[in-house]
C-alpha cells in the first residue's frame, strides 16, 4: 500500500479544504509531521484510516465527533484519499454521518455517511476525472474490498502502518491478560477463546446432563427400594454397577412368594367350589319345595274361579255373532236419521221463502211460479248494470275534477302571494352577507400574524432560557480555564523539579559494573540520591495526563459556548422584541381575531339563505306557470263529463220501466238482484229436498228389513237385540284374553302338580340355607385374599423386572455422560491452565498468542539489538509475572552488559521508547507476514523521540532509515525541535482559532 495524496474539508480540526501530496514527500523517503499540540498530527492518521475503513482508531471512534467544529454549518466533510493498493490505484471518496441544518424552515436534519470508491484506468491521466471509473457507492462493498486489498483489518493497519509508542509502551509493562487482550485483537485468535468457552459451556452442560441423569436413576432407585421394602446400597452414587445385583436378589425372592402363594390359591379355590356346590344344591331344593306349595295354592284358586270363566266364554261367543249383524243395523239407524234430518230442512227452506214473499203459504205450483218471475227480473238487471256503473264512474271522476280545480286555483293564489314576498326577503340578506366575507378575509390576515407573532414569541422565550444556559456555560468554561492553567501551572513545576533531580534519577538506574551514560565511567563512588518527595516520571505522566483532560474538558465548554451564542442570536433575531411586548401584542391581536371571528361565522348561513331564497323564486315561478295551465285542463274536463253522464241516465231510463222497484236511473241495482237471487235459491232448494226426501224414505225402509232378515239367521230377535250384545274390539279381546289365561294356567298346574321331582321335594326336610350360605362366603372370602395376595406378588415381580429394565437403561444411559463429563473437565482444566499437567497454568488462547508474541519478540529484538548498541534484548518467558494468575505472555528485557533479566517497569523513559519502537517493528513485521507479506510502502511512527538522548536517537534513527529500504516511505510523527534539523522533508500542521492548516516543506 502506498499513500499519493490526501484532501480533507470540514474534518477533525480542519474546517477548509487540506491537501497533502504525499507523492513529494515520498521522494525524500522519510519525512516529519510535526506540529504543536492538539494541531491536528493524529488527525491526519485518522483521516486515512477514516478513508480506507470508514472509522478512525483507538478512543476517538467512540466520540463519533468526527466533523469539524470550525467549519461552517452547510460544509459537507469529506475525505478523499489516491492509494496504491494491491498494484492498483484508487481514489476513496468518503463523508461521515452529520447533522445539518434543514433547508427549509428550522431544526436540523441528519446527512447518512456516503462513500465513492473509484479505480483509475490503465493509461488514463490523473487530473482528469473521466480517469477514474467509479466501483461501488455502498458502504459494506467498499469495507469489504478494502479489507481485501490491504490484507489488513483496521486494528491490523493502526498496529503496522501506524505505530502507536505510547501504545506500545504500555503493551510493554502490561500484565498478561492486558497483552493477551491486545493480541487477540491484532492476530484475530478469538477462535481459541471461543474453544475455550464452548468446553466450560460444554463441561456445565454435560455435568447438568448427568445429574439429571442421576436423579432418574435416584427416583428409578426410591421406588425400586419402595417395591422390594428393601433399602439400596449405601454405596451406589460411586459404584451404581452395585444397582443390577441389588435389583436381581429383590426380583428372584419376589417370584419364589409368588410360586408359593399360587399353590395356596388353588386350595382356597377348590374350598370354595365345594362350598358354593353345597349351597347351590341347597339353593335348589328350596326353590323345588317353594314351587310344589305354590302349585297347590294355585290349583285351589283356579276352581274357585271355574263358574266367571264360563261366564266370560258364553259373552264372548254371542259378541263374536253380534259382529256380522251389527253394520246392516248401523245403516238402517242412519237411514232412519236422514229422513228426519230431510224433513225438517225441507220444512225449513218452505217457511224462510213464505216469509221473504210475505204471503200466508205456499204449495209446490207457486213456488215453481215465484222462482220463473225471478229469473226473468235478474235478467232485466243484468242489462241494466254496466249502463249505471259506467256512469257512477264519470260522476266521481267530475267530482275529483271539480276538487282539483278548487285546489289548483288555491295553490295559484299561494304562489303569486310569495313571489310578492321573496324580493322583499332577498334585499334584506344581501347586505348581512357582503359584511361577513369581508370578516372571514380579515380573519385569515389576521391568524397568518397570530402565528407569526407567537412564533416570535417562542424565539424570545427560548432567548431568555439560552441567556441563562449561556451563562453558565461561560461560568463552567471559565472554571476549566482556571483549573487547565492550574494543572499546566503544576506540570511545568514538576518538570522544573524533575530537572533539577535528574541526576538522582540517573543514579538509580544505574547497574553495577554499568557506564554512567553522562560521565561514561563504570565506577559510582558517590551517586546523587533523590531529594524527598521529588516528583518521578509516572508524576510528570499523570501531570501531562490531567493537562490533556483538561484540554478536552475546556474545548467541549467552548464548543458548547459558542454553540449557545450561536443559538441566541438566532433567536434574538427571530424574536425582534421582548416577551412582554409580544405577549401584549398577541393578546391585542387574539381580540381582534375573535372580533373577526364572531363576524365571519354567519357566512355559510346568509349564503345559504340567499342561495335558497334565489332558487325559490325561480320554483315559484315554474310553479304558477304548471298552476294556470292546470286549471285551464280542468275547466275543459269538466264540461265533456257532465255531458257524458247526462246521456246515460237516459238509457237507463229507457231500460228499466217504472215497474220494477225503484226504476230510474238512481235505482239499487244490487239490492234488487239479491233479492230476486234468494227468491230463486230458496224456491230451487225447496224442489231438490222435497225429491231427496222421497228417495230416502225408500232407502230406510228397505234397510231395516235386510237388517232384522241377518240377526234372524245369526240366532237374535232382532238387529237391535243383536247390537246389544256386541263388544268393541278391546272388550272383545280382554274377554278372550282372560279366558286363555285361565286355560293356560290350569295346564300348567296339572303339569307341575304332576312333576315328580316336585312331589319328591315336597316329601324331604327342608335346608338350612343361612348355614351353607355363610359356609360359602367364608371360602370365598378366604379364595379372595389368597388371590388378591398373589396378585400382589404377581405385580411386584412384574414391576421389579421393569424398574430393572428401567434401571438398566438409565444406568446405560448415564454412563457415557459420565465418561464423556470426565473427559471434556480434564481438557477444559487443561485448556484453562487449572490442570496439574499444564504446569506453567497457560490458557490455550494464551499459548497460541505466547507462540505469536515469541514471534514478535524475534523481529523486534533484530532492531533492538542495533538500537540499544547491544546492549538490550527482549526475552519472553511462560512463567507467571509478580500478582498474574496466568503464565504464557510475561516479557523481561535482558541486559547483555550486566547479564541481568529486567523488568520492562524499571528502563528509562529513552530505553523504554527505543523498546518500545523495536516492539512495534517486529509485530508490525509479523502482521505483515500473517497477511500473505502485503508491501507497506507508506509507514507512520508516532510521538517519543523527546526522551531520547543524541547517542540514542542516531541508533533509531539508522532504524528508521533501515524501514526505507526497497521504496518505503516512513513519517516521523512529532514535535521534537531536534528531528525538526535532522529531517528536512515535514509536513507541517498549524492550528489557528478559525481551524489548523498543513504546509509542505521538501527541504
Known amino acids: 500500500m502506498r499513500l499519493h495524496r490526501l484532501e480533507v474539508v470540514a474534518f477533525g480540526p480542519f474546517a477548509d479544504l487540506v491537501s497533502i501530496d504525499f507523492d513529494a514527500l515520498s521522494d525524500a523517503g522519510l519525512f516529519l509531521l510535526s506540529g504543536p499540540t492538539g494541531a491536528g498530527k493524529s488527525s491526519i492518521l485518522d483521516a486515512v484510516c477514516f478513508a480506507l475503513y470508514g472509522d478512525v482508531p483507538g478512543d476517538r471512534a467512540v466520540a463519533k465527533r468526527l466533523r469539524s467544529d470550525h467549519a461552517a454549518p452547510d460544509v459537507v466533510p469529506r475525505v478523499v484519499l489516491e492509494a496504491t493498493l494491491a498494484g492498483r490505484r484508487f481514489r476513496i471518496d468518503r463523508s461521515p454521518a452529520w447533522v445539518r441544518p434543514k433547508k427549509r424552515g428550522a431544526g436540523t436534519t441528519t446527512e447518512q455517511a456516503r462513500v465513492v470508491i473509484s ?16 466501483l461501488s457507492t455502498r458502504l459494506d462493498e467498499t469495507g469489504h474490498l478494502v479489507t481485501r486489498l490491504v490484507g489488513m483489518t483496521l486494528p491490523q493497519f493502526c498496529q503496522v502502518a501506524l505505530l502507536p509508542q505510547g501504545r506500545f509502551q504500555a503493551f510493554l509493562r502490561a500484565r498478561s491478560e492486558e497483552r493477551q487482550a491486545l493480541l487477540q485483537q491484532v492476530f484475530q485468535t478469538g477462535r481459541f477463546d471461543r474453544t475455550e468457552r464452548w468446553l466450560r459451556e460444554r463441561r456445565v452442560e454435560l455435568r447438568r446432563a448427568s445429574e439429571e441423569h442421576r436423579a432418574a436413576v435416584a427416583d428409578l432407585v426410591s421406588r425400586t427400594s419402595e417395591v422390594g421394602g428393601d433399602a439400596a446400597p449405601d454405596d451406589w452414587v460411586s459404584a451404581p454397577a452395585s444397582l443390577a445385583a441389588w435389583i436381581d436378589a429383590l426380583t428372584e425372592a419376589a417370584v419364589t412368594a409368588s410360586v408359593e402363594q399360587a399353590l395356596a390359591v388353588e386350595a382356597a379355590s377348590a374350598a370354595e367350589v365345594a362350598a358354593a356346590q353345597a349351597s347351590a344344591a341347597g339353593i335348589e331344593l328350596a326353590g323345588l319345595r317353594a314351587t310344589h306349595a305354590a302349585a297347590r295354592r294355585s290349583w285351589a284358586a283356579l276352581e274357585a274361579a271355574a263358574q266367571e270363566h264360563a261366564s266370560r266364554r258364553r259373552r264372548a261367543d254371542k259378541a263374536r255373532r253380534a259382529a256380522s249383524v251389527l253394520s246392516l243395523h248401523h245403516l238402517a239407524v242412519q237411514s232412519r236419521a236422514d229422513v228426519a234430518d230431510l224433513e225438517r230442512d225441507c220444512s225449513a227452506a218452505l ?43 264519470l260522476q266521481r271522476q267530475l267530482f275529483r275534477t271539480d276538487k282539483a280545480r278548487t285546489t289548483t286555483r ?84 514538576i518538570r522544573e523539579q524533575r530537572l533539577d533531580g535528574m541526576a538522582a534519577e540517573i543514579a538509580v538506574k544505574l547497574a553495577v559494573g554499568a557506564c554512567c551514560p553522562v560521565c561514561g565511567s563504570a565506577e559510582h563512588p558517590s551517586p546523587a540520591a533523590p531529594a524527598p518527595g521529588a516528583p518521578d516520571d509516572a508524576a510528570e505522566r499523570e501531570a501531562r495526563r490531567e493537562v490533556d483532560d483538561l484540554e478536552v474538558v475546556v474545548e467541549a465548554h467552548a464548543q458548547q459556548v459558542r454553540g449557545l451564542e450561536t443559538r441566541l442570536a438566532a433567536a434574538l433575531a427571530e424574536s425582534g422584541d421582548t416577551v412582554e411586548r409580544l405577549l401584549v401584542a398577541e393578546g391585542d391581536l387574539l381580540s381582534r381575531l375573535d372580533r373577526a371571528r364572531a363576524d365571519g361565522a354567519g357566512v355559510e348561513a346568509h349564503a345559504s339563505r340567499v342561495a335558497a331564497l334565489e332558487a325559490e323564486q325561480d320554483a315559484l315561478r315554474r310553479e304558477r306557470d304548471a298552476h294556470v295551465a292546470a286549471l285551464a285542463r280542468h275547466d275543459t274536463e269538466a264540461a265533456v263529463l257532465s255531458s257524458r253522464i247526462d246521456d246515460l241516465h237516459q238509457q237507463v231510463t229507457a231500460v228499466l220501466p217504472d215497474g220494477i222497484g225503484g226504476a230510474g236511473p238512481d235505482a239499487d241495482l244490487d239490492s234488487l238482484a239479491a233479492h230476486h237471487r234468494e227468491v230463486e235459491g ?6 231438490d229436498l222435497t225429491a231427496e226426501l222421497v228417495r230416502a224414505r225408500a232407502t230406510a225402509t228397505s234397510t231395516q228389513e235386510a237388517a232384522d232378515e241377518v240377526a234372524a239367521s245369526a240366532g237374535f230377535d232382532s238387529s237391535a237385540a243383536a247390537a246389544a250384545a256386541w263388544l268393541d274390539e278391546s272388550e272383545l279381546s280382554a274377554l278372550l284374553q282372560a279366558v286363555e289365561r285361565h286355560e293356560r294356567e290350569v295346564a300348567r298346574v296339572s303339569e307341575l302338580l304332576a312333576d315328580d321331582d316336585l312331589v319328591r321335594s315336597a316329601q324331604t326336610d327342608a335346608p338350612d340355607l343361612e348355614a351353607l350360605a355363610q359356609a360359602h362366603h367364608r371360602a370365598k372370602e378366604e379364595a379372595a385374599a389368597a388371590r388378591q395376595r398373589d396378585m400382589a406378588l404377581r405385580d411386584r415381580g412384574r414391576r421389579l423386572r421393569r424398574l430393572a429394565a428401567e434401571m438398566a437403561s438409565a444406568l446405560e444411559a448415564w454412563q457415557p455422560v459420565l465418561a464423556e463429563l470426565d473427559l471434556v473437565t480434564d481438557v477444559a482444566a487443561m485448556v484453562e491452565g487449572k490442570h496439574a499437567d499444564n504446569r506453567l497454568q497457560m490458557r490455550l488462547s494464551a499459548y497460541v498468542l505466547a507462540h505469536r508474541l515469541g514471534q514478535v519478540v524475534d523481529a523486534a529484538n533484530l532492531r533492538l539489538s542495533t538500537m540499544s548498541d547491544q546492549r538490550y534484548s527482549l526475552v519472553h518467558t511462560g512463567r507467571r509475572g509478580a500478582g498474574e494468575t496466568r503464565g504464557g505472555l510475561s516479557l523481561l528485557v535482558r541486559d547483555d552488559w550486566t547479564g541481568d533479566d529486567r523488568d520492562p517497569a524499571t528502563l528509562s523513559g529513552g530505553e523504554t521508547f527505543v523498546v518500545s519502537l523495536a516492539l512495534a517493528l517486529g509485530l508490525a513485521d509479523v502482521i505483515t507476514e500473517e497477511a500473505g507479506g502485503t508491501d507497506l510502502e507508506t509507514l507512520f511512527v508516532d510521538e517519543g523521540f523527546g526522551s531520547l538522548d543524541a547517542e540514542t536517537l542516531e541508533g533509531v534513527m539508522d532504524t528508521l532509515d533501515t524501514l526505507r529500504d526497497g521504496g518505503r516511505v516512513v513519517g516521523v510523527v512529532s514535535h521534537v525541535p531536534e528531528l525538526q534539523t535532522r529531517i528536512p522533508t515535514q509536513l507541517r500542521v498549524h492550528r489557528g482559532r478559525t481551524g489548523s492548516h498543513a504546509t509542505l516543506a521538501l527541504g
Open 410 to 493: 288555491d295553490e295559484l293564489q299561494r304562489v303569486e302571494e310569495r313571489l310578492t314576498a321573496v324580493p322583499v326577503e332577498l334585499a334584506e340578506v344581501l347586505p348581512a352577507l357582503e359584511e361577513a366575507r369581508a370578516a372571514v378575509a380579515a380573519t385569515e390576515v389576521l391568524e397568518r400574524d397570530l402565528v407569526v407573532l407567537r412564533s416570535r414569541t417562542r424565539a424570545a422565550r427560548t432567548a431568555e432560557t439560552l441567556t441563562t444556559q449561556l451563562a453558565s456555560a461561560e461560568q463552567a468554561l471559565a472554571e476549566a480555564s482556571t483549573a487547565r492553567l492550574l494543572a499546566r501551572e503544576a506540570l511545568v513545576e
Open 351 to 393: 217457511g224462510t221463502l213464505v216469509g221473504l214473499l210475505d204471503e200466508p203459504s205456499l204449495d209446490a205450483d207457486a213456488v215453481a211460479e215465484r222462482r220463473r218471475a225471478a229469473t226473468e227480473a235478474l235478467t232485466d238487471i243484468a242489462r241494466v248494470r254496466p249502463l249505471q256503473r259506467q256512469a257512477a264512474d
Open 119 to 134: 479505480e483509475r484506468r490503465a493509461g488514463a491521466s490523473g487530473s482528469d476525472d473521466d480517469a477514474w471509473q467509479p
Open 682 to 687: 230458496l224456491a230451487q232448494r225447496h224442489a
